[in-house]
């Protein structure tokens, strides 16, 4: 009787290692996504020194830190595309036949729905992006370097004092 | 070898194993992200956007602000410049939303077929059969109607253009309840129509005679915000004030209850009644001789309304009757409030404020202010017009005659004397059966308009977000059919309804408009929701030229054996609100029946006729039958049986349909009461209610003091437990930084329900329909306690807003074995959705019973989902849930202050529920803050403070302040 409860047991904990391993844990970032343009962090971060925020730019005052807007991309690849010898970045974004430019960005870091996270209060406080995102700057494509996973958050969170409630995050 | 597990590992890993897909929030969240082309500027993603509009949910008017996430409207509020809401709003305002996300919502254009089927056309298929209908009825005179609820003086004035420019007069304005009795008594007292403003905070003592002001009469969150300052007593000791009321009526509403004496009135008595105490005013010498009053006209009109007589038909007490009057004529303000279907009761109120001399003090009158043209056509004149063959098209929009209008009308058998029935709304009604076309309109949030409550407070409309569904504008369909039908091209000249409301406010304002031009006037307009400003309130007089004929009573129901008495239900109105399941799951307030209609029957009625409860009753009157479960209750006159308005629908959406009775298919028109005949029907039918019964069963859960003892200044000691005093085993908790807390003063609650609306749509919360409430899984986070005393010294019926107490102690947190009820140090009971396991263990504990658990996935037909707040979690079946005092808007207020590095400041967090409160019963705030409002609250009224069940030593958060009455044996 008591070996038959112990062996229940080993198979509930192997099933349950099992299914942690095999599971896609789809809450968790992607290393596996391309996007449908070639876009490279690592030339406009870094080799232009492009802030984080110019494009980002709701990071500082909203919940999301928001993709740029075409308008933003236009900005810079039509008007100055001559003066800094950029490429001229004219197919399909200045071609005026086209409808409104639909570009649908993948998304890399994805949050389960139980968890609330703000961009602007890390940002106020000084976190810089790299923190969670890693060296952005030297990526053409954008790959996680963290698990980000509710250790990874509370480790910085007490390392910084600041609130480690449930509801900092869960509500 | 056993295997050693820890307790924690092996609950870890289990739970991974079962749980991996099943956990809500585990599945692929949104895998795209989409920029804009060009942002707007005013459009943060993440962030809400804020719209002032105008509701027009019903007549009153009031201003609103829209919560838009991501160009979704996710939350309607109070708008805070408005003077008539003033930030509040009602539980039927907040369900607009489930209008506007109704899954039932005609998507499309349709026509109906041969077969009587409806199919799906384009706009321009539609558009050109109606414009063709109209260029050939424009050719005759008064071929085309148009039936729509009294609207905004825009859309009135582009009405107006349309149907002049189209050859006809017959604009029809039909509301099933549009205040004809009042109008017509205004008419005979003062010789015409005025506006009126009342202002009950300005009064010592009320009369109502059956005007419901809390929940459906005038300006429901209005009146209830200055019935909160009347009713609120201040100042203990012995020159403590506190406003007497007294309501006069068939039935116990809250309104009635929340009165300090409720008089159980035959429905024929209630204006004679009011006339004896005009006659007792009267008679001591009371009345206050003002100019244009004939003392001995009225004198001669009140004379056969003797107390006595009256008291022994009307059912109250002669003595009764005469102290009414002493307090009414003697109190330095009084008002009297007529909600009667009887114009008689109507007239008495008006003589009553007049001769006491308050009107210009507790009531004001404006003057109406009407755009110059024909005035509209009431519904038996289209009616007649249509059933002599007359009107060739007949365009119906946002109104519901065919289930509101009296039998006696035939409407239905005249409408389909008509070539071209056009309907335009949103969710297809018993109306919309009847006609050719269906045209889905945009719902007014979609929609540009303006309201005027009174002169004076010109609310503007705009569209708050883009349609839902395949509609267009009212005003455009009025606009386009202009241009294309109309034989004078130049009727309604705009592009589109934006620029005709606009043009209109041009014109209207021309002499308010500042040095700055009118785009500055507007745009002002648009941010603040309308434009507000003084108007000068007439100078009346009672008109002498009214003689004792004027006054009839209802001679009908005089000796009728049993009363029908209809009545508005508080959230379904006059069925409007049915297809909104909110409305149709916040439980009656008195009655606490959810999802049905029912028949109130006294006990001594319901013995004579030897029915039970939940039994099928059969009222048939010259004009129908209907058949409704009786709901036994001592909150009804004997003569009488109260049925609701608002259920009974055979169309109007999947929530509305095939649900309880209609009692407007037995009424006669304009009528809310009428003699019936009673006959037992086959069966039961259970009425379902979320509680269970209405006794405190000794624990005294809404605590009491009567006004002698207010006035005596003495704290009443707290009920004792038979158990042994606590003591602490714990630590105190500490809590560094807040700890939030809430007031809620029993006076100033008027039993509403707007709180239970507002939380439903801030916190996802589900609904679950009335099998699930029969089974006692209702999700309310915040519900209505009632409790109806029995004792003659104990006030008529309690109320008592119940919700988590977020207790310092609290009982829910020690036996949940996986802490997913935590302590927050802000003092919150935390429920971690993500943790939990669903025991229930906290739920059993929880002494306030305020959790709730998902049996079932929740579901909210498409598009209803549109409306979840995106800041809180939707939980899944499985998990516990309950208040969070709005957890995720004090997380937004600290980000908010810590991004601005300030500190939070009061009222900056305001949860939803006290945020909707017209009555402003509910403060919130931090109780380390001895400043804040809430805690000044506390101090101002030290002598009401108690906490709900305070000896089980649970230390709640919220404090209650106890309810003040005066002891029903003093009546």
């Known amino acids: 009787m008591k070996y038959g409860a112990i062996g229940v047991a080993v198979l509930i904990l192997i099933g349950g290692i099992s299914m942690a391993l095999l599971s896609q844990r789809p809450w968790l970032a992607r290393s596996d996504v391309v996007q449908p343009i070639p876009f490279s962090h690592r030339i406009h971060a870094g080799i232009r020194h492009i802030p984080c925020q110019y494009c980002h730019e709701y990071a500082r005052r909203s919940e999301n830190s928001g993709v740029p807007p075409i308008e933003r991309c236009v900005g810079c690849h039509a008007s100055l595309a001559q003066q800094f010898a950029l490429h001229p970045v004219d197919k399909p974004w200045i071609d005026h036949e086209q409808a409104a430019f639909d570009v649908r960005w993948n998304r890399v870091y994805t949050l389960p729905d139980f968890v609330r996270f703000y961009h602007s209060p890390h940002i106020h406080a000084g976190i810089a992006c790299q923190r969670c995102h890693g060296p952005v700057e030297t990526m053409d494509r954008v790959t996680p370097v963290y698990e980000i996973n509710m250790g990874f958050c509370l480790n910085c969170h007490t390392q910084r004092h600041v609130s480690i409630e449930c509801s900092t995050c869960h509500y | 070898m056993p295997v050693e597990v820890s307790r924690r590992s092996f609950l870890k890993l289990a739970a991974a194993s079962g749980a991996a897909a099943a956990v809500p929030g585990c599945k692929p969240a949104a895998r795209h992200l989409i920029p804009y082309v060009i942002p707007d500027d005013d459009v943060i993603p993440g962030t809400p956007a804020f719209f002032a509009s105008s509701c027009n949910e019903c007549a009153a008017g009031c201003g609103v602000v829209a919560r838009v996430r991501e160009g979704r409207v996710i939350k309607l509020e109070g708008n805070p410049v408005d003077p008539i809401s003033q930030g509040a709003s009602c539980a039927r305002g907040q369900a607009a939303l489930q209008g506007l996300y109704n899954p039932d919502r005609l998507q499309r254009p349709h026509r109906r077929g041969a077969d009587g089927l409806i199919n799906p056309i384009p706009w321009d298929a539609a558009m050109g059969q109606i414009n063709k209908a109209l260029r050939e009825a424009a050719a005759g005179s008064d071929q085309i109607a148009f039936i729509g609820p009294p609207m905004g003086p825009a859309h009135e004035w582009m009405v107006e253009q349309w149907i002049g420019a189209l050859n006809s007069r017959m604009r029809v304005a039909y509301a099933p309840l549009d205040g004809a009795q009042q109008r017509a008594a205004m008419q005979l007292c003062f010789g015409r129509e005025f506006v009126p403003a009342y202002h009950i905070d300005r009064a ?20 209830a915000r200055q019935y909160a300052v009347f009713h609120t007593p201040v100042n203990p000791g012995a020159n403590a004030k506190f406003g007497l009321a007294y309501y006069v009526g068939p039935r116990m509403s809250i309104t009635a209850a929340k009165c300090d004496y409720f008089l159980p009135c035959h429905p024929a008595y209630e204006a004679a009644v009011g006339l004896a105490i005009l006659r007792v005013i009267l008679d001591k010498g009371l009345a206050h001789p003002a100019p244009g009053l004939d003392m001995q006209a009225l004198r001669n009109l009140v004379a056969p309304f003797d107390p006595a007589a009256v008291a022994t038909k009307a059912g109250i007490r002669a003595e009764t009757i005469e102290k009414m009057a002493q307090q009414f004529g003697q109190a330095d303000g009084a008002v009297a409030l007529a909600g009667s279907d009887d114009e008689a009761a109507h007239v008495a109120a008006w003589l009553l404020n007049a001769a006491t001399g308050n009107l210009g003090k507790t009531v004001d009158l404006y003057e109406p202010e009407t755009p110059a043209g024909a005035p509209a056509q009431n519904l038996d004149v289209a009616v007649q017009a249509m059933h002599d063959g007359k009107i060739k098209v007949a365009l119906i929009a946002n109104t519901n005659p065919q289930f509101s209008a009296s039998p006696q009308v035939h409407f239905g058998e005249a409408l389909r004397k008509v070539p071209l029935v056009v309907w335009c709304g949103n969710v297809p009604d018993e109306t919309a059966q009847l006609a050719h076309l269906l045209l889905p309109v945009n719902h007014w949030v979609e929609d540009w308009g303006d309201t005027c409550a009174r002169p004076g407070v010109y609310g503007l409309r705009q569209p708050t977000m883009t349609r839902v569904v395949y509609s267009k504008p009212l005003g455009d369909i009025l606009i386009e059919t202009a241009r294309a039908a109309a034989p004078k091209a130049s009727a309604l000249p705009f592009e589109n309804t934006q620029d005709a409301v606009r043009a209109f406010w041009q014109q209207r304002f021309k002499n308010h408009v500042g ?62 609100g049915a297809d909104k399941p909110w409305l149709q799951e916040i439980a009656e307030p008195v009655s606490q029946i959810v999802w049905d209609s029912w028949a109130e029957v006294h006990p001594d009625t319901a013995k004579r006729l030897n029915v039970n409860k939940n039994d099928l009753i059969q009222l048939t009157s010259p004009l129908g039958t209907i058949e409704v479960p009786v709901h036994i209750t001592t909150g009804v006159h004997p003569a009488a049986i109260a049925v609701p308005i608002g259920q009974g629908h055979t169309s109007y959406g999947r929530y509305a349909r095939n649900r309880g009775a209609n009692p407007w298919a037995v009424l006669p028109p304009g009528r809310l009461t009428i003699a019936i005949k009673y006959n037992r029907g086959v069966g039961q039918r259970e009425l379902v209610s979320p509680v269970y019964t209405g006794d405190m069963y000794n624990r005294p859960i809404v605590e009491t003091m009567t006004l ?44 509403c329900g707007a709180c239970i609306a ?30 109806l005393p029995e004792t003659a010294d104990s006030p008529t019926l309690l109320t008592m807003p119940m919700l988590c107490q977020q207790c310092s102690h609290a009982p829910c947190e020690p036996v949940c074995p996986v802490f997913a009820a935590v302590h927050s140090n802000e003092g919150l009971n935390l429920q971690v959705y993500n943790r939990c396991i669903g025991t229930r263990y906290c739920e059993n504990n929880c002494p306030y019973k305020v959790r709730h658990f998902n049996w079932f996935k929740p579901a909210w037909p498409k598009p209803l989902n ?14 516990m849930e309950k208040c969070t005092f709005c957890v995720q808007r004090i997380r937004f207020g600290e980000i908010q202050a810590l991004t601005e590095n300030r500190n939070v400041r009061d009222g900056e967090i305001v949860p939803a529920c006290a945020e909707a409160c017209p009555s402003r019963a509910i403060t919130f705030g931090d109780m380390k803050d001895p400043d804040s409002a809430m805690m000044k609250r506390r101090r101002e009224h030290e002598i009401r403070v108690y906490k709900a069940l305070e000896p089980l030593n649970t230390l709640p958060a919220i404090t209650y302040l106890r309810q003040v009455y005066r002891p029903r044996g003093e009546v």
């Not at chain 2, 010592?204 to 009469?217: G, K, N, P, Q």
């Not at chain 2, 007439?538 to 001679?555: D, G, H, N, R, Y």
């Not at chain 2, 807390?741 to 006076?747: A, F, K, S, V, Y």
Request: hydrophobic share 40%.
């Open chain 2, 204 to 223: 010592e003592v009320l009369l109502s005679l059956r005007a419901d002001f809390l929940e459906t009469w005038g300006s429901p969150v209005e009146l």
């Open chain 2, 866 to 879: 549109l409306q979840l707040n995106p800041d809180v979690t939707v939980r899944g079946a499985g998990v």
């Open chain 2, 515 to 576: 040095a700055e031009g009118f785009d500055a006037f507007w745009d002002q307009a648009l941010r603040e929701g309308g434009y507000f400003t003084n108007v000068k309130p007439a100078a009346v007089k009672l008109q002498p030229a009214f003689s004792q004929s004027a006054i009839k009573l209802p001679e009908d129901l005089e000796g009728a054996e049993l009363i029908l008495n209809a009545f508005p239900h508080p959230y379904l109105y006059d069925g409007s």
């Open chain 2, 758 to 787: 507002a939380c439903y749509a801030e916190n996802n919360v589900p609904f679950v329909g009335k099998e699930e409430v029969r089974r006692g899984h209702i999700m309310q986070w915040i519900r209505l306690e009632r409790y």
């Open chain 2, 708 to 751: 002698a003892e207010f006035q005596r200044g003495e704290k009443p000691q707290p009920w004792e437990e038979p158990y042994p005093s606590p003591s602490e085993l714990y630590q105190p908790v500490v809590y560094p930084k807040h700890e939030w807390g809430m007031t809620i003063d029993l006076n100033a609650c008027t039993g």
